[in-house]
């Protein structure tokens, strides 16, 4: 598709929670061909008219309030089952298809789709990727994104593990793109705010822990005991109830309800590139907001006083020059990011953010203009190379081995009535219930 077309692509962005809605609209929104699309000042950019999206219905399907935050335009936005979206890819033309799910998602996607689209001469272009940083199942996140047209790495150094891993099983690695994380962006850094503001960006699961989870809270009341003159704040990613990418058993807010905090100590919800705007130093366990205050030259600083593990993330972050403890925070310490570890994790603090997506759009741009049409999806994962675990991936989406639709599967040809509705809804809040304030009253009692 030449850049001079003026027709823009139909873009179709199929996510699961709110954080990969965001990441798969903004991406949709850097890699279509043509001319590109500005960020406004917090990073956000309104996606073109010609993206639909789709929310695929689960335990993290997000709510209204979420889908507001993201502040993601799109001209059509809907909730479907597996079954209901392979069923519109069979009927609809779309020119790019981005899927922004969780690894089993995708792969049960790619077997549906190369199933509905036999025999037909024209297919979208299918992209996925990761939301953030990738620290764990590597290799089997991977292989469930592969046959996929393009696997988007967030870095070089993600790039380089990514080719690494399918060049090892001996699958096809060329579909891995480098880009940078699209929602990047906002105001750099200019010096101290009065008052000077101390975030730490909260992660839904990340420590899991009730000890470890009221242990940083503590820390950070300690630390606006102890300078009056700061605000600081807790930067919220969900209010109870609601759901993002990973489960949070014990929100903040509610471990917070029990303490008598200084008046200098603040939750707060809301976009994270406009909590930046007023940020003096990001403090994190390993969320992806680091990298977004890396970007902007926000002292940023990642926590060790769990330790450095696997289990938290923060081993990402060897290396980074970020890493401290909150004894250090409340002495005054402010870190000095290493500035080649900060160039490899698609950080782009010194400018040229904008061309990361370049290869991507040119490769979009030649598979769509292609004679004769895209090959067939080609994933690694077949009943051949996978019978036993294959099938149980595309069984949780009611398809069969060979991605036909399984007899009985919900229907797709019409609109839910208002009691399916609701039901759902009673459903979904039943799941949250016993996730939040059932199953952690059963693990205690399994530990007496």
Not at 78 to 102: G, S
Not at 346 to 358: L, P, R
Not at 378 to 383: E, K, L, R, V
Request: net charge neutral.
């Amino acid at each position: 598709m030449p850049a001079s077309t003026t027709k823009p692509p139909r873009i179709a962005v199929l996510a699961d929670s709110d954080t990969r809605w965001k990441w798969g609209a903004l991406t949709a929104g850097r890699i279509a061909p043509g001319p590109s699309m500005e960020a406004g000042a917090e990073g956000d950019m309104q996606v073109a008219p010609a993206l639909d999206g789709f929310l695929l219905r689960g335990r993290a399907t997000p709510t209204a309030r979420q889908l507001a935050e993201v502040g993601v335009q799109a001209a059509s936005l809907r909730e479907v089952t597996t079954v209901e979206f392979l069923r519109t890819m069979a009927d609809e033309e779309y020119d790019i298809l981005v899927l922004a799910l969780v690894g089993g998602g995708v792969q049960a996607v790619l077997h549906g789709l190369k199933r509905v689209w036999e025999g037909r001469e024209k297919r979208p272009v299918v992209v996925t990727g990761y939301v953030g940083v990738v620290y764990e199942k590597l290799a089997d996140g991977l292989l469930l994104r592969h046959g996929a047209d393009l696997v988007l790495a967030n870095s070089r150094q993600d790039a380089e593990r990514f080719r690494a891993v399918y060049e090892g099983v001996g699958a096809d690695a060329s579909a891995v793109t480098e880009v940078a994380l699209p929602f990047l962006g906002g105001a750099p850094y200019e010096g101290e705010h009065d008052p000077y503001t101390v975030v730490f960006a909260a992660q839904p699961s990340v420590p899991e822990s009730r000890k470890d989870r009221t242990y940083l809270l503590n820390r950070l009341v300690q630390h606006a005991r102890l300078h009056p003159e700061r605000e600081v704040l807790l930067k919220l990613r969900s209010r109870p109830g609601e759901h993002t990418t990973h489960i949070e058993e014990l929100p903040y807010q509610k471990l917070a309800q029990k303490l008598d905090v200084p008046s200098n100590f603040r939750l707060v919800y809301g976009h994270m590139g406009e909590v930046l705007d007023r940020t003096d130093l990001l403090v994190t366990v390993s969320s992806t907001a680091a990298l977004e205050s890396l970007h902007r030259r926000i002292p940023t600083v990642v926590l060790t006083d769990l330790g450095v593990r696997e289990t938290l993330g923060n081993h990402h972050f060897v290396g980074s020059g970020c890493l401290a403890s909150w004894d250090q925070l409340d002495e005054g310490h402010r870190p000095v990011p290493d500035e080649q570890w900060v160039a490899r994790q698609g950080v782009a603090a010194d400018g040229g953010y904008e061309t990361a997506f370049d290869a991507a759009r040119e490769r979009i741009a030649k598979l769509l203009a292609r004679p004769g049409g895209l090959a067939p999806l080609t994933p690694y994962y077949t009943p051949a190379t996978a019978p036993g675990y294959l099938p149980g991936i595309l069984a949780r989406h009611h398809l069969g081995p060979d991605g036909s639709v399984l007899p009985g599967a919900p229907s797709a040809d019409r609109e839910p009535g208002p009691v399916r509705q609701i039901v759902r809804r009673a459903a979904r809040g039943a799941y949250r219930h016993g996730v939040q304030r059932v199953a952690p009253v059963i693990r205690r009692m399994g530990e007496l």
